[in-house]
């Protein structure tokens, strides 16, 4: 038993040291960062690009010692926690250890993946917008410099105080909550109201939406879209009433926001009192989520003389017009796509029934709250304060963050056409668009071999995955200084007045037809709606105009962390800003690509056949494009994920997921995790296995059929922890489950994971029954 016990005594001692020595080497062997050393999408086929040594080249010693192979199986490990069983739980085995030592910082509301990239490219922008404007400097750059600059500046904003909101109110008619028994009733109709906003760059929809939107039914051309109202906090939380926790802080916040702008406090309780009772009326005739999903019901087409007939109480034409002017005049013929009939019926019976002071009330309460970002530390402050009970966090962002935020929004074009020109490697664009390729062939494999499909639907959907778009990373016209100038002119040439420049002041102007873009570093809250309205502009502007689907403009937003599937496009898109971190490097092996960006793609192609997607044919128009036995199969599957995922619950809450409003993002996970093994797989089939990562020998590429490393990849994109507050709100509202369940959910519905990790049949991971779409 001594011989035994110093026999192990010694093994573990040997053990320990060469652990210690892996990991320092480990350490020391790490890569700096560098800003020119973008990560690129892995290339599908043997080429130059790839890692030399990442490919199995044969017998010999089949471990990556290359540093982004270090660096990768690093982050592996310090997420994991190998002492769960991954058949048992997979989240908890690949994100256990992120889970258990990542902390929340006070100015966030969670931190994954995305934050993460979100985090870099954050300090990216900020080096390019801290740059000072150059005289020769394309006048979009220096627009976006100077709008950055405005919100930097501090000083000048809380010199002005509240001074710019309240003559902002003033000019809107006012805020009767201000003004007590001076507030003229007289002057005041909901739709005059709604007339000023438009001039000023505020919001049209707080009564109604309204927007230019694409038909559905004939996605070349452009229409008029009505809706229901947007709300200033979601109807799901306003149908609760006051007796709900965040519908109290909402309220108390309205109060508190008044009464910092000079309103008195019993008249601010009382008075606004009543405009959150009629906010929670139009919350009341909105229609629910889960009840706008099928887009037909939302399509009901009817001419101006129609809605003046249906609903006589709104006056159509005038309305209609004075929102289009000065671009466009239409007439009674002029039909709009109205999706809520019932709305409109009921908001003109609740308009007739509230005095006009409640709202007036209402929408000013709306106009100030949107301008609170915007103004004073002390605003800003009760804010915060609102956004904790909300959310959890405790802090706002550092104020370069909250400025380039607000930069990279209002000027996505601007902003984007900056980040590609300095940090991003062209490389990556011919490589993800071979891996978006690769991944696509794995799906249409799949409509192919998949059971349930008639032929003739089968047929229609081979067409519709074939004429699928792909936009990768940015269009090539954000490196034209021509294109981006003349789209901030307010777009071609002829319409173009001269530009204005008056660097005395420093102030820059683009002026367009009779709106002026202006920004000064002096006047944030006037810069922001500037350029709000400029884009208000250019929607409305766009009515008569055929759709163009490839238009660079529609995809000039290339600074962002995210994916896009478009159903009236049928295209998917994966801007610059995705490709990179923990989703893609070229530095890695393929295996790590295709579970994380790869899961991506794969998941943004399925959504053109989730429940949504698959209403719009291969031309992105709303038609029943298939048989009604394969629809009822297709109805029946989508049950089956439905009600999986409502049976999750969020422990940390208490809650259980909303299996009808995630459908569509559940679908595409299920799809696209699958899409992507297959992909990997193929890729194999090409180059042959590719070697193990330093410390996860045991988790090889390729084992016994195994693809462990791909999974354990896929994910490490969802490792993720949520404040209380915030799971909340997006299991409320949200259509995304959270990161837990986007890795259990389509894993344990997959045969080939239980394969790969020998999972027994009847485990957590291996459920004998499992839910398959796609």
């Known amino acids: 038993m001594e011989k035994r016990l110093l026999l192990v005594a010694g093994v573990t001692s040997v053990l320990a040291v060469a652990f210690l020595v892996a990991f320092v080497v480990t350490l020391l062997a790490r890569p700096t960062a560098h800003t020119d050393d973008m990560p690129q999408t892995s290339e599908l086929r043997l080429s130059s690009s790839m890692p030399p040594d990442v490919r ?64 870099q490219l954050q300090e990216q922008i900020r080096a390019l917008l801290d740059e000072p404007v150059a005289p020769e400097e394309p006048r979009p750059f220096a627009l976006a410099k100077t709008l950055y600059q405005a919100c930097m500046n501090r000083s000048a904003i809380e010199a002005r105080g509240t001074a710019p909101l309240l003559d902002m109110l003033r000019r809107l008619g006012g805020w009767p909550v201000l003004d007590g028994a001076s507030w003229d009733e007289a002057s005041f109709s909901w739709e005059k109201s709604v007339y000023k906003f438009r001039s000023a760059g505020y919001s049209v929809d707080y009564f109604l939406d309204f927007s230019i939107g694409v038909d559905v039914k004939n996605s070349t051309k452009r229409i008029i879209d009505l809706d229901q109202a947007s709300l200033g906090l979601s109807r799901e939380y306003l149908n609760r009433g006051l007796s709900d926790k965040l519908v109290q802080a909402y309220y108390d916040y309205m109060v508190d926001i008044a009464v910092l702008l000079g309103a008195d406090r019993a008249r601010a309780q009382s008075e606004l009192k009543d405009s959150l009772d009629f906010e929670m009326k139009l919350a009341n005739i909105s229609l629910p989520l889960e009840k706008r999903r099928n887009a037909t019901s939302l399509y009901n087409p009817m001419t101006i003389a129609q809605l003046q007939v249906k609903f006589p109480k709104i006056p159509w034409l005038e309305y209609i017009n004075r929102l289009l002017a000065p671009h466009i005049e239409v007439g009674l013929e002029e039909i709009a796509i109205v999706n809520v009939p019932k709305y409109i019926s009921e908001l003109q019976v609740l308009l007739e029934k509230t005095p006009k002071r409640v709202q007036a009330n209402y929408v000013m309460w709306r106009v100030a709250g949107a301008s609170v970002s915007y103004l004073t530390e002390a605003l800003r402050r009760r804010q915060l304060s609102y956004v904790t009970a909300l959310s959890g966090k405790t802090e706002r962002e550092s104020r370069w963050k909250e400025c380039a935020d607000t930069t990279s929004v209002s000027m996505s074009i601007a902003v984007g056409a900056l980040y590609i020109r300095k940090y991003f490697n062209e490389n990556s664009k011919a490589n993800a668009l071979e891996m978006v390729n690769d991944i696509r062939q794995q799906f249409r494999k799949t409509l192919e071999e998949v059971e349930w499909m008639d032929e003739m639907t089968r047929k229609e959907a081979l067409e519709k995955a074939d004429a699928m778009a792909s936009h990768i990373a940015y269009p090539n016209e954000m490196l034209d200084d021509t294109k981006l100038i003349e789209f901030y002119h307010g777009g071609s040439p002829d319409l173009t007045v001269a530009v204005v420049e008056e660097y005395n002041t420093r102030i820059i102007k683009l002026i367009y037809s009779n709106s002026q873009l202006e920004m000064s570093p002096d006047k944030l809250m006037e810069s922001v709606l500037n350029l709000t309205l400029f884009g208000t502009e250019y929607l409305f502007g766009k009515l008569r105009e055929p759709v163009n689907k490839t238009d660079w403009v529609t995809h000039g937003r290339p600074a962002i962390v995210n994916a896009f599937y478009s159903s009236i496009e049928n295209s998917i898109q994966f801007p610059a800003g995705i490709l990179q971190g923990a989703f893609f490097s070229a530095k890695r092996p393929a295996y790590m690509n295709y579970g994380a960006i790869g899961f991506v793609i794969g998941h943004e192609i399925t959504h053109g056949f989730d429940d949504q997607g698959r209403q719009f044919d291969k031309n992105g128009n709303l038609i029943d494009w298939w048989q009604e036995t394969t629809k009822q199969e297709y109805l029946e599957k989508a049950k089956c994920i439905i009600d999986q995922y409502s049976n999750y619950t969020v422990k940390e809450v208490g809650m259980k997921l909303n299996g009808v409003n995630t459908q569509g993002e559940n679908i595409a996970d299920n799809g696209g995790i699958k899409e992507a093994y297959y992909a990997y797989q193929a890729w194999t089939h090409r180059h042959g296995e590719e070697k193990r990562l330093p410390g996860l020998e045991k988790y090889t590429p390729r084992q016994a059929s195994s693809l462990k490393l791909f999974w354990l990849s896929a994910a490490n994109t969802w490792c993720a922890v949520y404040r209380n507050e915030a799971i909340k709100v997006r299991i409320t509202t949200g259509f995304h489950a959270p990161g837990r369940f986007r890795v259990v959910g389509p894993m344990s519905n997959m045969e080939e994971f239980a394969e790969d990790f020998n999972c027994p049949l009847g485990s957590p991971m291996n459920p004998v029954n499992k839910c398959k779409v796609w």
């Open 56 to 119: 199995s080249k044969g017998p010999q010693e089949k471990v990556c010692s290359l540093p982004g192979c270090v660096h990768t199986a690093s982050k592996l490990l310090l997420n994991m926690d190998e002492k769960v069983d991954p058949c048992d739980d997979f989240y908890e085995f690949s994100c256990g250890s992120f889970l258990h030592n990542t902390r929340i910082p006070d100015d966030k509301t969670s931190v994954n993946t995305f934050s993460i990239i979100t985090d």
